[in-house]
């Protein structure tokens, strides 16, 4: 999968406050994306009839499974992202190591990195469920129509 690193330039330049604003950042972003995760699962629990009968079977089978493995990696990255940022507290508090702030900026750029990886490939996976949807809702409402 290709992400776009121009979205995360400069880092090795940016100050503590604006890497402590980054992790915030990243963090809550990715816990609303949890609850997207929740809202997508109970709209797919909501068209399940549909979704196993007829043509889509397949394809929907195949998203939903995207879905799960998806969400299975964003408490691994979520505890990444707050570990990196107790890290930050504790860079701040102590003394200070000769290139302990480049490695903690390199690991920080990893983080950032993987953080637009996985939002990416969530926003796919959520623009496939709804293009599901809206075709099982417009087969739906034919079927109505023609009774």
């Known amino acids: 999968m290709e992400v776009n690193k121009s979205n995360i330039k400069y880092i090795e330049w940016r100050s503590t406050e604006d890497l402590h604003e980054d992790i915030r950042n990243s963090i809550s972003e990715l816990r609303f994306i949890k609850d997207e995760q929740l809202f ?10 549909q979704l196993i009968s007829g043509n889509t079977y397949e ?19 979520l505890t990444q992202l707050m570990t990196h940022s107790n890290n930050l507290q504790i860079l701040l508090d102590e003394q200070e190591v000769p290139g ?9 750029y990893k983080l950032m990195f993987d953080v637009i990886a996985y939002h990416s490939k969530f926003k796919k996976i959520k623009r496939k469920i709804f293009l599901l949807i809206k075709q099982l809702m417009k087969q739906d409402r034919q079927k109505r129509l023609l009774k």
């Open 40 to 49: 997508l699962e109970d709209l797919i629990k909501g068209h399940t009839i």
């Open 59 to 77: 394809e929907s089978k195949e998203v939903i499974s995207m879905l799960s493995k998806h969400s299975k990696k964003l408490p691994q990255l």
């Open 100 to 108: 302990e702030m480049q490695d903690y900026k390199e690991v920080h």
